[in-house]
């Protein structure tokens, strides 16, 4: 299995436009977490997902921020207007059970956005 | 509420010293706790987890952790620290019923030559 695959690995935009991060979570996962990390608030929980269907969207800073998953291969996390405050690096994580007992999360390798 | 404190942002040893990484948790039940590392550019890789059982846990590459109850901690260990054990280091605890993980701030591990 290829890993949890995240795209872009680097985005640069310009303030006021829309960005799409996307996710593709290793084969017969059940869930799919969205990560942010910044050096201030270190990796924060954004959303998850249990069989596709959004369980806990609390971590969603605000509502320029939106997730799907239409399908058990693929997630989008969007933000519309994007700010430079959203720049950070955005993780996509998967795993069996939540509290998976044998592997723990795999995660993606990021995608490093920066909004000037 | 769940949280956990890494009290110790930067560390720097020397290469062959041992290496102390601290992780308090703040959880009303037995915890699930985690250690994941995380080089430059990459994301987190799972070193070693807690869930019940032995309090002594030995994970990849070399590292180990004790589980404190008495002392909500968690702390990582390793006797002899390698040049590409640079990295960051991220101690995590689930969350409740739930069980998503929160994660600490994170400690930045720097390697002497």
């Known amino acids: 299995d290829a890993g949890v695959i995240q795209s872009p690995r680097h985005e640069v935009t310009e303030m006021g436009q829309e960005v799409t991060l996307r996710c593709k979570p290793i084969?017969?996962?059940?869930?799919l977490f969205w990560y942010r990390q910044t050096m201030m608030r270190g990796l924060e929980l954004l959303i998850y997902?249990?069989?596709?269907?959004?369980?806990?969207d609390s971590g969603m800073p605000e509502d320029r921020f939106s997730a799907k998953m239409p399908n058990a291969s693929f997630s989008t996390l969007k933000i519309q207007p994007s700010e430079p405050r959203d720049s950070a690096v955005y993780f996509c994580?998967?795993?069996?059970?939540?509290?998976?007992?044998?592997?723990?999360?795999?995660f993606g390798s990021g995608t490093r956005l920066t909004v000037v | 509420a769940q949280s956990v404190t890494q009290p110790d942002i930067h560390i720097t040893v020397s290469e062959g010293a041992s290496l102390e990484l601290r992780c308090n948790y703040s959880?009303?039940?037995?915890?699930?706790l985690f250690w994941y590392v995380q080089s430059p550019g990459q994301g987190l890789q799972l070193l070693l987890k807690?869930?019940?059982?032995?309090?002594l846990v030995q994970g990849i590459k070399g590292f180990e952790a004790e589980f404190k109850r008495s002392q909500s901690s968690f702390n990582l260990r390793k006797p002899s620290v390698h040049w590409s054990d640079a990295a960051e280091y991220f101690c995590a605890v689930s969350r409740g019923s739930q069980g998503n993980l929160i994660f600490g701030k994170g400690t930045k591990l720097s390697v002497k030559p």
């Open positions: 959880y009303g039940a037995t915890p699930y």
């Open positions: 084969s017969g996962h059940d869930y």
């Open positions: 994580a998967s795993s069996f059970d939540i509290r998976d007992s044998i592997n723990g999360y795999t």
């Open positions: 807690y869930f019940s059982g032995d309090t």
């Open positions: 997902f249990n069989n596709n269907v959004p369980i806990d």
